[in-house]
Nanobody
Framework: QVQLVESGGGVVPPGGSLTLSCTTSGFTFSTTPLTWLRHHPRRGIEWLTS????????AEADSVKGRFTLARDNANSALFLQMNDFRPDDSAVYRC???????????????????WGGGTQVTVSS
């Protein structure tokens, strides 16, 4: 059974930083690319960034490029999203996802994500 569980959300001021974690089970972590997305109540689902299985290549959406960095620890089956320079419109539920075999790099298509975590809320507020 595939499981993805996010943690680390909270309230952060504009310009602040936060690191989210995604722990996983039920699949071979070290051979699976992974993705982060966010769900905004009004704007819907937005792909943010993906990382390849080795952790040596990543892609980011323009909205977070230069501010969000994705990394992975294959030994512990964990994924980390380092987020800096928060803006008010970054408030959302952040979720990690496992792209399915239909998905191709950079795994940005919502309809190709097979498994999603439940999400963790990030609120940008002063």
């Amino acid at each position: 059974q595939v499981q993805l569980v996010e943690s680390g959300g909270g309230v952060v001021p504009p310009g602040g930083s936060l690191t989210l974690s995604c722990t996983t089970s039920g699949f071979t972590f070290s051979t699976t690319p992974l993705t982060w997305l966010r769900h905004h109540p009004r704007r819907g689902i937005e792909w943010l960034t993906s990382i390849n299985s080795a952790g040596d290549d990543a892609a980011e959406a323009d909205s977070v490029k230069g501010r969000f960095t994705l990394a992975r620890d294959n030994a512990n089956s964990a994924l980390f999203l380092q987020m800096n320079d928060f803006r008010p419109d970054d408030s959302a539920v952040y979720r990690c996802a496992e792209p399915g075999t239909r998905s191709t790099w950079p795994h940005s298509r919502e309809d190709t994500w097979d498994y999603w975590g439940g999400g963790t809320q990030v609120t940008v507020s002063s």
